[in-house]
Every structure is written in structure tokens, then in C-alpha cells.
């Protein structure tokens, strides 16, 4: 999300860095570009306006930070504002204490509400929470069915009947009670468009279960129509908060920078795929660094330490500690990095990417040629690459579907990491990295027991 408005940044923080004083006019050019950013990434006109005059009125009669230059100070304001259009910070999950704490998710047919109910429970299970999904969706047809599918899939329990939505919400929330568990997520029937039938409906459920949250799931790529869908629902059913989707599909990014501004309630969660783990707390000030190009440092290790499976870290920390690093570990690290998403979005967290790197097509597919052509080897190959010779490397290339000369770049680059993991220091920076912080107290952990 917001690739086209982070080059339009880029290029002008950088004509704003190379000027060493900024005149009132340098101000007012560097303020049209803006603006023009925005309106092109689709953000409503009132919330550009708004922006680019909170901009204004912060740089005029300025008395510049003496630790900043004045590029560095608009810079600054742009980031702080982008922070505040966002919803300037994130929304706290508080729970009832009484439970069942009771959410409600409303939307549009099409949205991927279910998929985000199924998506949000896994989240909350994340949190140590026991939810218990409720299929009040009984309009579109194999809906409970594609829940209960889910709901096996992140092991958790679906209730659901074939009565009426509200009754089902309601005996949902009942058999929450009886069987002890402490959160109710509501999935409800939607539209492809609104009408009074909808509206009718998720208000009746509303009023049956009394919802601590309602959050309103809104598809990314439909653009202002999202912001409109989301206002009308938050005037039927006081909306706690958005959860916005498909973002890895949005180029532009108008949907999240103009909800907060027009319907008054903050984005709570992103989804940023279609797999069950691609579900985000949403940061405005994370974000917002994200859009101005100084990428989410914090958000990667928050994935990489809820995604990696720290048994495997620890292993491969404790080999590379005694000197060996072999090309089953190098394996074992790809795996860990499926599971945090697509290269391409963790990319786009780094900070000081360049632009040609950020914008790459960034293949998965290279993981899974790699990925062949290790699990062709043996395994004493795979110990000692060197004793792959030119008879092994066609064989090796033959059984990945690749070719001699794909296997000879893996084995050079493979050489080049081993001699990296070699050079003195390394291994303090490696434990700063995400991921490696919870291995290395496992790690010690077994050590001791040992």
C-alpha cells in the first residue's frame, strides 16, 4: 500500500534536502506537490486541504529547531501530520471484565469479512485470548461452511444454527458463557451494496449482543467508495473502529489516509494478504514512516518474533556459535521467512531503501527454486558443499527442474555467507536481529538445563 505516494515523497524530501535555506515560496511549491500526491492517491479533497493547511500554518512565522535544518523541520512536520491523518495512534484493545468481551464485524459482500474473522480470532489467540467464532452470516450460502473451515484451521470453535441472525448472535454469546470462553467474534451477513434490509439486520444483531467493538471491514482497493460505505455504516451502527483490506492490493492508499478524517473512528487492524496470518495492528505512526520511505523496523521484528518458530533459531544460532553453518540451516531460515509474508512487504519495511529496490519485482518464486535445489542434494551435500562436483551439480539441477548454472550461483553465494558468518563481530550483530532475540534466551536456556 501507498507505493505510488511514497515515490512522490521521495522525490520531493529530496529536492527539499538539497536546499539548504527554504524561502515562502520554496514552501508553497513544496505544498502544491503535495497536495497533488495526494489527490492522486485518491485521498478525499477535504482531508488533502486540511493537511496541506496544518502544513502551512506550522512552517509560516517558524522559529526553526536548532538541532534541525529547515528540510529536516518539514520533513518532521509532514511525518507528524501524516501521523494525525492516520488516527495518530493505535487503538487499545480493552477487555470486559465480565466475559465474554463481545466484537461484531460488519461489511460489504466482498469485503473478506469472514476471512477477517477467522484472521482476528488467530490474532487474539496471539494474545493469550480463547475466542469462539459465531456464523450469524446465514444469507450467502456455505458462509458458516467456509467459517467452520477456518475456524479448524486456527483451532477455533464456530456456533451457529439454522434460525435467524439474531438469535444466532444471541445463543452465540450464550454458549460462549457455558463453555467458558472469554471472547465472541460476530460474523454478520453483508450486501453487495447498502440498502435498508442490511442495515436493518446488523442493527437488530447489534442491539440483541450489546457489542464492546464494532468494527466495519472495508476492502482497500475500492478507493473512496470505502470511506462512504464506512460513514454510512458508522451512522447506523456507531463504528469502534475499521479494518481495512486487501492493503497489499492498493497502490494508492486514499481509503486509509481519509477514513479517520471523514467517519471519526480509527483504523484498528490491516489485513495484508490472502493467508490466515496476514492480519497487522495498524500503526498511524509506523505507517506514516512507511509512506515518507524511513520503512517499520519495529513491525519486522514484531512478525518475525510472532511468525519463526525459535526452536529452529536457537538450533541454527547454537551451530553458527561453534562455526557451522550448512545449507540445511540456510533451508530451515527460508522457511522461517515464509512464514513472515511476502519478501516484497518486508522489503518495503527497511529503512533507506532506494526506490529501484522498494519498487523491484521481488520473486517469491526465487525462495522455491532455492529451496529445490537444496532438497535435491543429499545430505552429505548439503553438510560439505564442497564435495558437489560437476557430475553432482547436473544431477542436483536435473532433479530441481533447474539448471547447472542456477546451482553453481546458490553454491557461490552460499560460500560468501559462510565466509560472512566467519568475520569477527558478526555474530553481536546477528543477535540484534529480528527473530534471534527470544533464540538466544532459549538457547541459554538449554545450555543450563544441560
Not at 478525499?44 to 523541520?73: H, M, N, W, Y
Not at 457489542?211 to 454510512?232: E, N, R, S, W
Not at 497487522?280 to 515518507?292: G, H, N, Q, V, W
Not at 518464486?365 to 542434494?377: F, L, P, Q, Y
Amino acid at each position: 500500500m501507498f507505493e505510488n505516494l511514497t515515490d512522490r515523497f521521495d522525490v520531493i524530501l529530496k529536492k527539499i534536502k538539497s536546499r539548504g535555506r527554504l524561502t515562502k515560496e520554496d514552501i508553497e511549491e513544496i505544498l502544491r506537490e503535495i497536495r497533488i500526491a495526494l489527490l492522486e492517491a485518491d485521498v478525499a479533497l477535504t482531508v488533502v486541504q486540511d493537511f496541506v493547511s496544518e502544513i502551512r500554518e506550522r512552517c509560516t512565522g517558524l522559529e526553526l529547531s536548532k538541532s534541525l535544518t529547515p528540510a529536516q523541520q518539514v520533513i518532521k512536520y509532514v511525518n507528524e501530520e501524516l501521523t494525525n491523518v492516520l488516527g495518530g495512534s493505535p487503538l487499545k484493545i480493552s477487555y470486559s471484565p465480565k466475559p465474554p468481551t463481545i466484537i461484531l464485524l460488519a461489511g460489504l459482500q466482498g469485503s473478506g469479512k469472514t476471512t477477517t474473522v477467522a484472521k482476528l480470532a488467530r490474532w487474539f489467540k496471539q494474545q493469550g485470548r480463547h475466542p469462539l467464532l459465531v456464523g450469524a452470516d446465514l444469507a450467502r450460502p456455505a458462509a458458516v461452511e467456509q467459517l467452520r473451515v477456518l475456524g479448524s484451521e486456527i483451532g477455533v470453535a464456530v456456533f451457529s444454527e439454522q434460525s435467524d441472525p439474531v438469535s444466532v448472535a444471541r445463543r452465540g454469546v450464550e454458549e460462549a458463557i457455558r463453555v467458558g470462553r472469554d471472547l465472541v467474534i460476530i460474523d454478520t451477513a453483508g450486501r453487495l451494496s447498502i440498502d435498508e434490509i442490511l442495515m436493518e439486520e446488523v442493527r437488530q444483531v447489534s442491539a440483541a449482543v450489546n457489542p464492546h467493538y464494532t468494527f466495519l471491514v472495508i476492502d482497500a482497493m475500492t478507493g473512496q467508495d470505502a470511506v462512504h460505505t464506512a460513514k454510512a455504516f458508522h451512522d447506523t451502527l456507531a463504528l469502534d473502529g475499521i479494518i481495512l483490506t486487501k492493503v497489499d492490493g492498493d497502490a494508492r492508499g486514499g481509503a486509509a489516509l481519509s477514513v479517520k478524517k471523514i467517519v471519526g473512528r480509527p483504523i484498528a487492524f490491516v489485513t495484508t494478504g490472502e493467508r490466515i496470518n496476514e492480519l497487522e495492528t495498524f500503526y498511524p505512526d509506523r505507517m506514516a514512516s512507511r509512506i515518507l520511505g524511513m520503512g517499520d523496523v519495529l513491525s519486522l521484528i514484531e512478525k518475525a518474533e510472532a511468525e519463526a518458530d525459535q526452536e529452529v533459531n536457537a538450533k541454527t544460532l547454537e551451530r553458527m556459535r561453534g562455526g557451522r553453518f550448512t545449507l540445511d540451516d540456510f533451508y530451515a531460515q527460508l522457511q522461517q521467512m515464509k512464514k513472515m509474508g511476502p519478501l516484497q512487504g518486508l522489503v518495503s519495511m527497511l529503512p533507506g531503501m532506494p526506490k529501484e529496490v522498494r519498487n523491484a519485482d521481488i520473486n517469491d518464486k526465487d525462495i522455491v527454486r532455492i529451496e529445490a535445489i537444496i532438497t535435491s542434494m543429499t545430505l552429505a551435500e548439503r553438510d560439505n558443499p564442497q564435495v558437489i562436483n560437476g557430475s553432482r551439480r547436473s544431477r542436483i539441477a536435473k532433479g530441481s527442474g533447474t539448471t547447472v548454472t542456477d546451482v553453481n550461483n546458490l553454491l557461490k553465494q552460499f560460500a560468501e555467507m559462510q565466509k560472512l558468518f566467519k568475520s569477527p563481530g558478526l555474530m553481536n550483530q546477528i543477535m540484534k536481529t529480528p527473530g534471534m532475540r527470544s533464540s538466544k534466551k532459549n538457547s541459554k536456556n538449554r545450555r543450563t538445563k544441560r
